[in-house]
Nanobody
Framework: QVQLVESGGGWVQPGGSLRLSCAASGSIFSINIMGWYRQAPGKQRELVAS???????DYTVSVKGRFTISRDNAKRTVYLQMNSLKPEDTAVYYC?????????WGQGTQVTVSS
């Protein structure tokens, strides 16, 4: 049973920074993609950033240059460094792990950007 535990959400003023972490436990296939999704009130869940097990990354256009995704395979943890945050980044952020066997989700962590 794979579990994803997120941490690092909270409130920040516009222009500020937050770092999200997601630790995976359980049996994980070596080839996988970890990512962060977000869902704002009244909107669909969207992919924010993803990183493959060999380190290839992808970002949605709205966060390019501001967010950085990284992972530590030894710790089985994925990070999302969020800089220059904007009010429109406010959402619940979900960690995701895709493997050929299954797809897993974290419980979500709230990020609020406001003055």
């Amino acid at each position: 049973q794979v579990q994803l535990v997120e941490s690092g959400g909270g409130w920040v003023q516009p222009g500020g920074s937050l770092r999200l972490s997601c630790a995976a436990s359980g049996s994980i296939f070596s080839i996988n993609i970890m990512g962060w999704y977000r869902q704002a009130p009244g909107k669909q869940r969207e992919l924010v950033a993803s990183i493959t097990s060999d380190g290839s990354t992808d970002y949605t256009v709205s966060v390019k240059g501001r967010f950085t995704i990284s992972r530590d395979n030894a710790k089985r943890t994925v990070y999302l460094q969020m800089n220059s945050l904007k009010p429109e980044d406010t959402a619940v952020y979900y960690c995701n792990l895709w493997s050929p066997q299954n797809v897993y989700w974290g419980q979500g962590t709230q990020v609020t950007v406001s003055s």
